[in-house]
Nanobody
Framework: QVQLVESGGGLVQAGGSLRLSCAAS????????AGWFRQAPGKEREFVAA????????YYADFVKGRFTISRDNAKNTVYLRMNSLKPEDTAVYYC????????????????????WGQGTQVTVSS
């Protein structure tokens, strides 16, 4: 079993930066791929970024490429999402998710790929 707890959300002005953290409990976190999703009010949850268990491979949604960076520190059982050049449309609840295996397939951006989810952290970007 894996428990995920997100932190680092908050209110920031457009153009600003935030770093989200996702702390995982449980064993073998380095054997689990992880991802970040977000959900804005009235919209469906959408994929943001993903990383394999080793951290070698990363994947991004087109709308965050060049602005967001996903990384992980397996010694700390933590996955990060660095968000730069934030826009008002980035406002959403951001969720951390973990897989049951280290690798990711072409379904890396599917909600159903991830078995474990955190409770989310709110990110609000003001214009």
């Amino acid at each position: 079993q894996v428990q995920l707890v997100e932190s680092g959300g908050g209110l920031v002005q457009a153009g600003g930066s935030l770093r989200l953290s996702c702390a995982a409990s449980g064993r073998s976190f380095s054997n689990r791929a992880a991802g970040w999703f977000r959900q804005a009010p009235g919209k469906e949850r959408e994929f943001v970024a993903a990383i394999t268990g080793t951290g070698i491979m990363t994947y991004y949604a087109d709308f965050v490429k060049g602005r967001f960076t996903i990384s992980r520190d397996n010694a700390k059982n933590t996955v990060y999402l660095r968000m730069n050049s934030l826009k008002p449309e980035d406002t959403a609840v951001y969720y951390c998710a973990a897989n049951s295996q280290s690798w990711l397939s072409v379904t890396y951006n599917h909600i159903s790929t991830y078995a474990y989810w955190g409770q989310g952290t709110q990110v609000t970007v003001s214009s």
